[in-house]
């Protein structure tokens, strides 16, 4: 089983669609960013965690050819615009694809696509299924059950879940506050990948500071810095990162 971080950017991206690069060095690829998703890719099936704005080039990019099921983590449009993209992959074979979403996040989807989940005509029918997120999701590896828990945390205005896999990997892209009642999910993981948006403080997201203190609690064998602004540079926050601490990249792909 295999966890890709298909992207690993903040919402506009690095560089930025003005070309605004800030503190990053455009020599370096893994400055490079695309909105946050990531992929698990198991024996048997796929699974996309969000569909970000820039979700055709990260599956092309891995030459993804089939989805199996969706799940979203929350309902801000760096998170959920590349939906559209999922068409292709019902074209080919016909089956609605599960999504899986939380009450709010499903209302927004329904709203803003609602031609993704009802059929308006033959040519256009519905691509997608919403279901409910609920705190467990079994997915499929070489014949044996996969458990994705899922997890309610804090995010500015918004409530976002974080996913973990196989109480393996935790994989939390929009955070500013872990409620202290679910920590015991977070500690001693193999991975943790956390939002770690620049240097300062921010109302809706973890900044370094808060990742670092975050770290120490939860003793992941590895922890992955990820949702990254321009501010951040890959190799000058490194340089700044205990041992066990890396910036992610777009297409880091972790084997669990
Ligand atoms: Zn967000």
Partial sequence: MKFII???????????PDGFFGNCDPKNKK?????????????????????????????????IKKINKVLFS????????GINDLRSFYINDKNQ????????TSKYLKHSFSYIFKSFSKEYPA?????????????NNNKKKIKIKSIEVEHGK???????????????SDVNKIYNKDYKYFKNLRYL???CLWYNVHPSHFNLDNCLSIIKKFKPKKAILTNLSPVLDYK?????????VIPAHDGLTIKL
């Fill in 31 to 63: 400055n490079y960013r695309t909105r946050c998703s990531a992929l698990i890719k198991t024996s048997d099936e796929n699974i996309l965690i969000d569909t970000s704005p820039d979700l055709r080039q990260q599956l092309l990019r891995h030459k």
């Fill in 127 to 139: 691509i997608l299924k919403l279901n409910k997120l609920t705190k467990n999701i079994f997915i």
């Fill in 158 to 172: 918004v409530k976002s879940n974080c996913f973990i896999i196989d109480q393996k990997l935790a994989y939390i």
């Fill in 74 to 81: 929350h309902m801000h449009g760096d998170q959920t615009h």
């Fill in 97 to 104: 694809i599960n999504v899986y979403a939380d009450k709010f």
């Fill in 193 to 195: 990948i956390i939002d």
């Fill in 236 to 244: 000058i926050l490194k340089k700044l990162l205990p041992k066990n």
């Fill in 6 to 16: 298909l992207g690993c950017g903040s919402s506009m991206g690095v560089p930025r």
